[in-house]
């Protein structure tokens, strides 16, 4: 279990605090919207899903700063970057799929 949870802290700092916290809130306020108002779920998993991939070019551009400062990287480095870069899609990708199953299940019978 702590092998799990220090991988899900190290994934949160990887991806960086704002948009990892931006998600996390999404998560939280998708499940409170599942209990309030049902009809909103739809929503806030779009939103998230629209953070995440927002996140993506933020993240390049940053890298591609830190490169061009340096000079020269390597291609580890580069792949890292890359990585904190999809990790909020990632994310993102999970609350989606959340809102789906939540979407699912709310669905009233005809």
């Known amino acids: 279990m702590l092998l799990l949870q220090s991988n ?4 949160f700092t990887e991806g960086g605090y704002f948009p990892m916290t931006i998600i996390s809130l999404l998560l939280v306020t998708l499940f409170i919207a599942a209990w309030k108002v049902p009809t909103r779920v739809k929503e806030i998993g779009h939103l998230a ?3 995440g991939l927002l996140w993506i070019p933020v993240t ?3 890298a591609s700063d830190v490169i061009q400062v340096s000079g020269d990287a390597s291609l580890s480095f580069i792949w890292f970057g890359i ?5 909020p899609f990632a994310y993102s990708l999970v609350v989606y799929i959340v ?5 699912i299940a709310l ?4």
């Open 8 to 11: 899900i802290s190290q994934f």
């Open 49 to 51: 899903l629209a953070v």
């Open 60 to 62: 390049l551009i940053q």
């Open 83 to 87: 990585k904190c870069s999809m990790i």
């Open 99 to 103: 809102s789906l199953i939540l979407r």
């Open 107 to 110: 669905k009233p019978r005809k």
